[in-house]
């Protein structure tokens, strides 16, 4: 059980890592509030096909660990994440068996929903953010799903294929 | 698609899901209120972004080696250009240094005479940007380096032309500082030419800094050169701020509209300077020079 879950793991950590490394890559300034939350649609397809080994508690990690990066507020994107993880993972059969365009717009609406817990945290807690700019990651981040998401099945298919 | 077939058995038996986001939640929202009200979770964060560090290490290398390149495969010819020129300006730095340490000793001794608190030298450290970018909806950097190096919490950053904006978060390692362009962010500034005293406000645009409580009447024109007045307390005093642009006065407005554009190009700089400044002396009768004078 224990080598099953390494070789399950071990995709999803440096998946992690890399999606870390593109959220705090420096991009040109008019390009920087299109990048889209890529921590957040990887958790939403690890969620989707391993709700077992990869679910709310890991990504509240992932979340936390954002946080620190980001400099925000420890726990804000830890909860957003985590409630996205969440209805992904409740919903994981049903998303599975969506087709690709349908799946996009399920990813859209969680995307949205992510936004807007970070939003509206950011709101409570009385941190200033621009309105119109804060929505752009998620077209960006739903542009990209479809292509993320073949990437990444091919990379579980290699990954399950090598065990 | 490649569902795992084990795991498609059956969702319900997913142990406890809904109270395990339950507790998760309710522990980010107390975690989120420990970091807003107090700052009790510096240690926390602290831990956390030594694990980041290898992180932003990686993202920084390309950059990094990229500069190393462009410098180790320079030219003799380029590099001798470059020598002829530093040598000139040095020059005439160093003679500019000559008055003013003439006009320093000039300074100490009219401040003897007024009975004012001499101005301290400030102590000064290089510190490199890191090519990571922090929260894109705030104007946030990160540099390299931490507590470790004796960086604290609202320390001042400069650049050759102008200040930059001060430390909110130390790491170990590495630090998190704001812009003084960040819409959070506001500076006291006073006004070169005649001592005006006020405050500079950020706008969350890169080249643009607003004075908002400047009255209609105040004696401030296009080209003035703002510098920090030392009030905050986070400044030092009389590093150049911004240069004002426009200045409009609207008569039934209490207040004029005033922009300056930040004397240091903050999106392009890459090596700042940190200042230690001397705390101020508690329990002196005179806590901030009379500016006015």
């Known amino acids: 059980m224990s080598r099953e879950h390494a070789s399950r793991r071990l995709p999803v950590i440096v998946t992690f890592v890399v999606g870390l490394m593109l959220s705090i890559m420096p991009l040109p300034e008019a390009l920087a509030p299109l990048r889209p939350d890529w921590l957040a649609l990887l958790a939403i397809f690890w969620a989707m096909q391993l709700p077992r080994t990869w679910s709310v508690g890991s990504a509240w990690i992932v979340g936390i660990i954002l946080d620190v990066s980001y400099g925000t507020l420890l726990g804000q994107h830890a909860l957003a994440l985590c409630v996205i993880v969440f209805i992904t993972v409740r919903f994981h059969l049903l998303m599975r068996v969506f087709p690709l365009s349908q799946l996009t717009a399920t990813v859209f609406a969680l995307l949205a929903l992510y936004q807007f817990l970070l939003f509206w945290i950011s709101g409570v807690a009385s941190v200033s953010a621009p309105a119109i700019a804060y929505w752009a990651p998620v077209i960006t981040g739903t542009v990209i799903w479809p292509f993320l998401y073949m990437f990444l099945s091919g990379v579980r298919y290699r990954a399950r294929a090598g065990r | ?293």
């Open chain 2, 1 to 293: 698609m490649v569902a795992s077939r084990e795991n498609s058995s059956n969702p319900a038996r997913i142990p406890a899901l809904g109270l395990r986001v339950l507790v998760l939640i309710i522990v980010s929202i107390a975690l989120m209120y420990l970091d807003h009200r107090e700052n009790h979770l510096d240690a926390v964060r602290k831990g956390i972004d030594v694990a980041v560090y290898p992180v932003r290490l990686a993202v920084d290398a390309p950059l990094r080696f990229w500069s190393w390149l462009g410098e180790s495969t320079t030219s003799r010819a380029n590099l001798e250009l470059e020598n002829s020129r530093l040598k000139s300006e040095r020059l005439l730095t160093n003679a500019r240094l000559q008055r003013l340490t003439a006009l320093e000793a000039e300074n100490a001794r009219l401040r003897a005479l007024l009975d004012a608190r001499a101005r301290v030298r400030d102590e000064v450290r290089v510190a490199e940007i890191m090519a990571v970018d922090a929260n894109p909806y705030e104007h946030n950097l990160i540099i390299d380096i931490g507590s470790r190096d004796g960086v604290y919490d609202g320390q001042a950053i400069v650049s050759a032309d102008g200040v930059v904006g001060q430390v909110i978060r130390t790491g170990l390692m590495t630090s998190q500082a704001v812009l003084i362009s960040d819409t959070d962010h506001a500076l006291p500034v006073e006004v070169n030419r005649n001592g005006l005293r006020t405050i500079a406000v950020g706008t969350g645009e890169i080249d643009r800094l607003d004075l908002p409580f400047l009255p209609n009447n105040a004696d401030i024109r296009a080209g003035d050169l703002l510098v920090t007045s030392g009030l905050g307390g986070a400044f030092p005093a009389g590093y150049p701020v911004a240069v004002v642009d426009s200045v409009t006065r609207i008569p039934q407005e209490s207040f004029a509209d005033v922009t300056a554009k930040p004397a240091a190009a903050l999106d392009q700089v890459r090596e700042i300077m940190l200042i230690w400044s001397a705390a101020p002396t508690a329990g002196e009768g005179v806590a901030e020079e009379p500016s006015d004078e």
